[in-house]
């Protein structure tokens, strides 16, 4: 089943088996009574709830709805949380104007990429104000961090990653004649387009008049990003309610009955499906926490 007709049957379902959704009420915080307080189009409705499961979301994209708001009204309750971060984000490249106007959403492919002792193959695309793609998502923790501890952080790109670099060398040592190094490089391996502009953009224009160190900036082109792109364009948030505060269930040690899943909690992962699997599974574990609990003494 496509997404869409999954979520209506997946909801009619759940319907048919007593199920109300309320829409348009959005969640404030508990009163003094410990009731659940809501906005709602009809004004403030507080509710008294056995138990309650929190799947607030995370702070990407905030137009779908998760704007990380709950995190003020949770702190408010004394529930300890991370600060919502982003996770599976694009970073920040001071590009010259040149790169930036003719290659903004450049694919770069096939390339690898290598951090530290960490090295993969795969996409990543040229943006306005940096570089994105699935390769930097997978990166994305560790740049994220190291650039919270140190203002930037380093990687290299091998823009021919099937060639190993004594194949490299010895293509760009061949006699060049009188053709310039774009077309040598681009006749003898094939670098043209957005890697024939990173080349030019981030290696030193001196190095252009040494051909052993273009053949190693084409297989370690040291790339240096200096922020993450905000939260609300990131694919996921890292932070959240803090696993310690949860119980085997998910349910907050210091609220008995409620009990928080999905994004909101203090973990990430990358793309790939793994966001909705580690989301569904919490929701799993939330929901029969929370059935336990309804049988159990009220
Ligand atoms: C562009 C994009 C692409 C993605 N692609 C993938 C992918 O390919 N694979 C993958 O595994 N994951 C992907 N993800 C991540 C995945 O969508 C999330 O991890 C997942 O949706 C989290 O589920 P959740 O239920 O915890 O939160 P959400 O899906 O964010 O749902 C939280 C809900 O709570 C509501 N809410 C928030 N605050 C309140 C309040 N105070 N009162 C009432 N309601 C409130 C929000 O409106 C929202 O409906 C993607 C995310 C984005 C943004």
New binding site residues.
């Given amino acids: 089943m496509k997404a869409a007709p999954l979520l209506r049957a997946w909801l009619h379902r759940l319907r048919t088996q007593g199920l109300r959704v309320h829409v348009r009420?959005?969640?404030?915080g508990w009163d003094e009574e410990n009731r659940l307080r809501?906005e709602s189009p009809d004004g403030e409705r507080r509710i008294r709830a056995r138990a309650t499961v929190l799947?607030?979301?995370?702070a990407?994209?905030p137009q779908?709805?998760?704007?990380?708001?709950?995190q003020a009204?949770l702190r408010d309750a004394g529930i300890a949380d991370a600060s919502l971060r982003p996770a599976?984000c694009g970073f920040e490249v001071a590009w010259s104007a040149h790169l930036r106007e003719r290659f903004s959403g450049a694919p770069i492919k096939p390339v690898a990429l290598t951090y530290e002792d960490t090295r993969r193959q795969g996409e990543s695309v040229l943006g306005e104000y940096g570089i994105e793609g699935s390769l930097v998502y997978a990166f994305s923790a560790r740049l994220r961090d190291a650039i919270a501890r140190a203002g930037s952080a380093t990687f290299t790109l091998d823009l021919l990653p099937a060639l190993d670099a004594a194949r490299v060398r010895r293509e760009v040592l061949r006699p060049r004649g009188t053709r310039s190094w774009s077309s040598h490089l681009k006749t003898r391996l094939g670098i043209d387009g957005a890697k024939a502009a990173l080349l030019r953009e981030l290696l030193p224009k001196e190095d252009f008049d040494d051909p052993a160190r273009i053949a190693a900036a084409l297989k370690a082109l040291p790339l240096t990003v200096t922020a993450p792109r905000p939260i609300a364009e990131?694919?996921?948030s890292a932070g959240g309610v803090r696993l310690e505060g949860l119980d085997a269930q998910v349910m907050l040690r210091d609220r008995p009955g409620v009990f928080c899943?999905?994004?909101?909690l203090d973990w990430e992962?990358p793309?790939?499906?793994?966001?909705?699997?580690?989301?569904m599974a919490?929701?799993r574990v939330a929901g029969m926490g929370t059935a336990r609990h309804l049988d159990g003494p009220s």
């Fill in positions: 009420h959005r969640r404030l809501f799947a607030l979301g995370g990407s994209w779908l709805g998760s704007d990380g708001r709950w009204l599976n990131a694919i996921g899943c999905g994004e909101m992962a793309t790939g499906g793994y966001l909705l699997q580690a989301t919490s929701g």
